[in-house]
T-cell receptor, first 113, second 113 residues
Framework: KNQVEQSPQSLIILEGKNCTLQCNYTVSPFSNLRWYKQDTGRGPVSLTIMTFSENTKSNGRYTATLDADTKQSSLHITASQLSDSASYICVVSAKTGANNLFFGTGTRLTVIP | GAVVSQHPSWVICKSGTSVKIECRSLDFQATTMFWYRQFPKQSLMLMATSNEGSKATYEQGVEKDKFLINHASLTLSTLTVTSAHPEDSSFYIC?????????FGPGTRLLVL
């Protein structure tokens, strides 16, 4: 069964601190993995996309890692800002199927001053 | 990057009325668009796949007669919630596929009284 699990479910950190969000998946055959940021009441916005051969990809203060062998990904946020408060969703694409996106339930991050 | 818009951004209606939500790809053509529903603190749930010029493909458990989808052009898909009830209150998000990437709209908040 294709599944995507994220942890932690929620996280509160102080402004300026770093944090790491986790994503484990069982989607097969694997195509790519994306991390999205979703602000409350808004649609998801893509942060990074990683294919099978990529281990690390950065986008500003966001760094995503992928271990295709263990089927794990992480999103590391450096020097957090108040505007980082949002839900972060891990989405894994399968190579086949018309509906080939599998969504994690997200991690709700709250950055406090 | 590609832009997907939704209209309206929020709507309040009385129980029993119908509500139409528009999803537009502003700077690209999309033969396939997707409609999602998201309840509070939950991830996106795919409702249906909208195909330009043909009938939509609905996910299991989604009533096609209640959620009417029309994809009349390569840049516009509409979702009509017919005879809306309070349990239909939710956040509706569309996305459009360009190549291997799905771009999400900002979402429409529906509140049925």
């Amino acid at each position: 069964k294709n599944q995507v699990e994220q942890s932690p479910q929620s996280l509160i950190i102080l402004e300026g601190k770093n944090c790491t969000l986790q994503c484990n998946y069982t989607v097969s055959p694997f195509s790519n993995l994306r991390w999205y940021k979703q602000d409350t009441g808004r649609g998801p916005v893509s942060l990074t996309i990683m294919t099978f051969s990529e281990n690390t990809k950065s986008n500003g203060r966001y760094t995503a890692t992928l271990d295709a062998d263990t089927k794990q990904s992480s999103l590391h946020i450096t020097a957090s800002q108040l505007s980082d408060s949002a839900s972060y969703i891990c989405v894994v694409s399968a190579k086949t199927g018309a509906n080939n996106l599998f969504f994690g339930t997200g991690t709700r991050l709250t950055v406090i001053p | 990057g590609a832009v997907v818009s939704q209209h309206p951004s929020w709507v309040i209606c009385k129980s029993g009325t119908s509500v139409k939500i528009e999803c537009r790809s502003l700077d690209f053509q999309a033969t396939t668009m997707f409609w999602y529903r998201q309840f509070p603190k939950q991830s996106l749930m795919l409702m249906a796949t909208s195909n330009e010029g043909s009938k939509a493909t609905y996910e299991q458990g989604v009533e096609k007669d209640k959620f009417l989808i029309n994809h009349a052009s390569l840049t516009l898909s509409t979702l009509t919630v017919t005879s809306a009830h309070p349990e239909d209150s939710s956040f509706y998000i569309c996305s459009a596929r360009m190549g291997e990437t799905q771009y999400f709209g900002p979402g429409t908040r529906l509140l049925v009284l």
